[in-house]
């Protein structure tokens, strides 16, 4: 019975969330770092071919592949969060998911544009996530700050 307890229970489950977060994170890393060595090359072969229409497609691809390595970042700065404070920081999450549909709205193809719902779709979810991270720090800027020195013991005192 001792096996079951929930102390028990609850300690190996908090290991397994820290171990998989581990693994994630070095994953992440890897992938970060093939991403990014796979992003220069693309760059300097590109730089050196003066064909290369920097004003349209090309720019516009240069800008997809930056914007997906830093949504990765961000992913992997929300694991490593994670790993730190024991918690979700749902302010990470918002910027990255904030991230992640302007890079749709960025790179966009032109046949796309002309489908009102995605544009309607899109900017919904723009709306609504920049209104939560708006409604997150807030919530964080009018916390109190904790009392550094020892209480009075009168309210009035205090403040």
Known sequence: MKLLSD?????????????????????????????????????????????????????????????????????????TAYLREHVVQIELVLVTALTAVARKVIVMPPGVQKNPADLIGLGFAIVSLAAAYWLVRQSHLKRLPTRIGPATGSPEQDR
């Open 7 to 79: 102390r028990l229970f609850l300690r190996g489950i908090t290991s397994f969330e820290r171990a998989l977060a581990k693994v994630l994170s070095t994953t992440l890393t890897l992938v970060l770092v093939v991403a990014t060595l796979q992003l220069l090359i693309f760059l300097g072969s590109d730089l050196l071919d003066l064909q290369v229409n920097w004003t349209g497609e090309g720019l516009v691809r240069l800008l997809d592949q930056v914007l997906v390595i830093l949504i990765a970042l961000e992913v992997l700065q929300n694991l």
